[in-house]
């Protein structure tokens, strides 16, 4: 009798906290943000990538310390604040996640297929990606985003980018443009930011890379790109394909003038 009554509290408790915690799921993640503010897990990932950036590896046994990221040979601070930008040497327009795959080709000697295996890494599958991104993105911590789109290569891969961005097809008829260019919208719990208005523009884009509390991962903007993908009902883009370094650069570039604070703490 008394089992059952306190089971029976047990399970209207659990409940109530459900409830509540529906209720207050921003709250909740406000406050748990709070708590690791000091502490990001994705800390872990930052040093992590800094030793793969440092360790000489691949075929040829070099580091990518002279890995060329937009601001010259070597110099990692500051340059994901630059990026996508034109690269002379590819005569391409690159992101971060392409850029890096490059410089592990041509530098260490990797395939393509080595310089972007497990670009998502997952319990006992580790991604030596994430990690490296979450590095070279922390050094532009407290950088004021800058991206060019003077080149007209540059300039091209931002108007590509924005066309995909209103682009409408799918099951659903959605464009990213459905969810994220209206103020104040949200869907069920989660705010969509308006990535056509500055202020939110620059806030989401300046906090990614993420470590998502959900995954256990830090992730980079691809892969949040892919979630949105999949949310809209479109097929999963290719890894450091040029759609996705465009539609980037469409990001990158709006949120220009915003100072870069990721790698940032995501539910
Ligand atoms: C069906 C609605 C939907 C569509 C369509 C959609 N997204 Fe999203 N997007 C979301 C949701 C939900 C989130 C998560 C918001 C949160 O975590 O609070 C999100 C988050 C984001 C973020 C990160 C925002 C932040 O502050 O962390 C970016 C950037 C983004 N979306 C870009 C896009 C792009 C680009 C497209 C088109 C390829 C797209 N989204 C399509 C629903 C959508």
Request: glycine residues 8%; contains cysteine.
């Amino acid at each position: 009798m008394r089992r059952t009554s306190m089971l029976l509290t047990g399970v209207a408790g659990l409940a109530a906290t459900a409830f509540a915690l529906a209720q207050d799921q921003g709250d909740e993640i406000a406050k748990y943000r709070e708590l690791l503010a000091d502490g990001n897990p994705a800390e872990l990932w930052e040093m992590r990538g800094e030793e793969l950036w440092k360790a000489k590896a691949g075929p040829r046994q070099v580091s990518l310390e002279a890995c060329d990221l937009g601001k010259g040979p070597g110099v990692v601070k500051g340059a994901y604040a630059e990026l996508p930008r034109y690269f002379k040497d590819t005569g391409k327009v690159m992101d971060l996640e392409q850029r890096l795959m490059h410089c592990r080709m041509t530098l260490q000697g990797l395939t393509a297929e080595q310089a972007s295996a497990t670009p998502f890494g997952s319990t006992g599958k580790p991604s030596d990606i994430e990690p490296l991104v979450a590095y070279i993105t922390a050094q532009s911590r407290g950088v004021k985003m800058n991206v060019s789109t003077r080149h007209p290569q540059e300039k091209r891969a931002y108007e590509i980018g924005k066309q995909l961005f209103f682009y409408r097809g799918g099951s659903h008829d959605f464009a990213c443009a459905t969810c994220h260019s209206a103020d104040k919208m949200r869907i069920r719990m989660q705010d969509l930011p308006n990535l056509t208005a500055k202020k939110d523009a620059q806030a989401a884009y300046t906090s990614w890379p993420a470590y998502r509390v959900s995954q256990g991962e830090v992730r980079t903007m691809q892969h949040r790109l892919n979630d949105c993908f999949r949310q809209q009902r479109f097929p999963e883009p290719m890894y450091a394909s040029e759609a996705i370094t465009a539609l980037t650069m469409f990001l990158a570039a709006n949120a220009n003038g915003g100072v870069y604070n990721g790698p940032a703490l995501k539910r």
